[in-house]
């Protein structure tokens, strides 16, 4: 690669993180790399969020699970940054539209559950899915 051709590159990636809003970035650089930029996850891996956030997130139980997860309760976020990506992914990453009477998640919701993460993920997030009003 020639030296401009490269300068350009660094100087395009270093804007772009630059201009990524901060919630965003706390998406792309703790939870991106597992569930993707739309949220798709991988199939039998990682469980797509884009159906499952926006349901999960309208129960009490649900709520507790988002954060319970491992990778959301032990992710280096304080429960404010934490608290804004749960509330930016079922934003921008559900498939089906938000409701207006959305409660965005808060720093006090994420600091009461987050200090006992999960053990058994997958059987809580399916018993959490069947039981869906």
Known sequence: MKRGALCAAVFAMTCSAVLTPPVEANYMLNCMGCHLADGSGAAGKVPS????????????????????????ALS??????????LSWM????????VPSDFTDFTAAEVAGYRRSPLVNVRATRAQLLTARP
Request: hydrophobic share 45%; no cysteine.
């Open 49 to 72: 969020v884009r159906d499952s956030m926006l349901i999960l997130s309208r129960s009490t139980a649900g709520r507790r699970y988002l954060v319970q997860v491992p990778g959301a």
């Open 76 to 85: 280096p976020l304080s429960d404010l940054e934490l608290a804004q990506v």
């Open 90 to 97: 079922v934003r921008n990453l559900s498939a089906r539209a």
